[in-house]
């Protein structure tokens, strides 16, 4: 046990040492702060930029009087004939277009609107939704109502959507960030398993490539030094997880509270909506409400899952990238090998972007989230939504079950191939290993 001890102690200060490691831990965090103040930046100034100049060729005579311009967009009666309109559209400043509404708008619905280059799709809209609201009011005259009094009509329905706990209590229930959580913990986690995993297998080949190996198992046993590389690099990945969250939390509220407004972000989106005509965006930015979203999610219990889901994936999935590291001479090798033992993580992965977030408690996400080799993604993409607590002990006492059955397996490979050099392994090759008695 102390060699183990003293393997992992080597392979965990060894790693976290590295410059790039340091720079890794806190450049990501500061990147992905960076990439938020970056997407605000420049949402705020694509709201900026789509002020548009209408000229108008009204055919039908009444239409122009009747258009309303606002802080989007602006309408002028065009002067001219429409061949010379369309000639001076190329030399007018960004973001002109020329309406063109024919003599029977009010019976065909149909307007041409000319632009330098692509039109854009807020401008659009906007003038679909005025012309709209023309024809409905030239309709509800037609047949003789009155347009006021259906507009005062509130059809809207406020859904105030609730979940019943294992405790019988009602709670807020935020599909919408469920989601977004499933599917950040589904990207992480794939991520992290390959990119540590595959650090496992690239140190074994390394070793086993420049035979140091061969001197490192004449003091401990191929099973120890399995043990301390997987061990090692894994704390290596929980150190820098944790670094990464606190970093993150850090940075994230000093720019929440330092940088951003957020009746600044609310004012633009809603802006952006009304620009859209899509009335439910309107109305579900007047009440953003971070706070309150995250209290629909139990975050303790989604870090803690996280964190023992994390370790077993790891532990399991490195346990057979160990097997591979050492039965290959070189990574390019090693892909003939990779590639089968994690198919079900990437059936996971594919699957958390529909079935499982659609249908987190259907029987394919159920199963999946026990099945060792697919639980590590498939559960942390269930828990957002509310997992019974017997289903994630079932799943975790299943995983440990999986990664002690793994790496019983793959030591068996491990102790034969770490020696073998300058043979191509093949599956044929690997259960002849496995087969080999002490």
Not at 264 to 288: F, H, M, P, R, V
Request: net charge neutral; glycine share 6%; aromatic share 10%.
């Amino acid at each position: 046990m102390n060699k183990i001890f003293l393997i992992i102690q080597r392979e965990y200060l060894s790693r976290v040492r590295k410059r790039s490691f340091i720079l890794t831990t806190f450049l990501v965090p500061l990147f992905f702060i960076g990439m938020y103040a970056g997407v605000f930046f420049l949402t705020k100034k694509s709201f900026e930029d789509t002020f548009a100049h209408v000229y108008v060729i009204d055919q039908e005579g009444s239409i122009i009087s009747q258009l309303v311009s606002n802080k989007n967009i602006t309408y002028e009666q065009a002067t001219g004939s429409l061949d010379k309109e369309k000639e001076s559209l190329q030399k007018r400043e960004k973001n002109s277009y020329l309406l063109i509404i024919p003599s029977d708008f009010y019976s065909s619905k149909d307007i041409e609107i000319l632009s330098a280059g692509k039109p854009n799709i807020s401008t659009q809209s906007e003038i679909k939704n005025q012309l709209a609201e023309l024809i409905r009011n030239q309709a509800y005259e037609r047949l003789g109502l009155n347009a006021e009094s259906i507009r005062e009509i509130d059809d809207k329905i406020n859904i105030s959507a609730k979940e019943i706990s294992e405790t019988g209590e009602a709670k807020e229930s935020h599909t919408e960030i469920a989601m977004g959580i499933s599917m950040a913990l589904a990207v992480l986690i794939y991520l992290s398993l390959f990119l540590y995993g595959a650090q496992v297998m690239r140190g074994i080949i390394e070793e086993k490539v420049s035979r140091i190996v061969e001197v490192i198992i004449s003091s401990v046993k191929p099973f120890q030094l399995m043990m301390g590389k997987i061990l090692g690099i894994g704390l290596v990945g929980l150190t820098q997880f944790l670094l990464w969250i606190t970093l993150t939390l850090v940075l994230t509220t000093a720019a929440t509270t330092f940088l951003v407004d957020q009746q600044e972000i609310t004012s633009q989106l809603a802006q952006n909506s009304q620009s859209l005509g899509d009335e439910t965006i309107k109305a579900s930015t007047s009440d953003i409400n971070p706070t309150k979203f995250l209290e629909s999610i139990e975050i303790t219990k989604l870090l803690v899952c996280f964190f023992i889901f994390f370790l077993g994936g790891y532990f399991l999935y490195s346990a057979l990238f160990a097997a591979v590291g050492s039965a290959v001479d070189s990574e390019t090798e090693a892909s003939q090998f990779t590639m089968p033992i994690t198919m079900p993580l990437l059936l996971a992965y594919i699957l958390s972007f529909g079935v499982l977030v659609n249908d987190p408690h259907g029987a394919v996400a159920t199963w999946l989230s026990f099945i060792p080799l697919t639980s590590p993604i498939a559960m942390l993409v269930r828990i957002p939504f509310g997992v019974p607590t017997w289903q994630i002990v079932i799943s975790v006492v299943l995983l440990i079950a999986g990664f002690l059955l793994t790496t019983w397996a793959a030591s068996r490979i491990y102790r034969v191939g770490i020696l073998m050099y300058g043979k191509k392994a093949s599956l044929k090759e690997l259960i002849k290993w496995f087969k080999y008695k002490n």
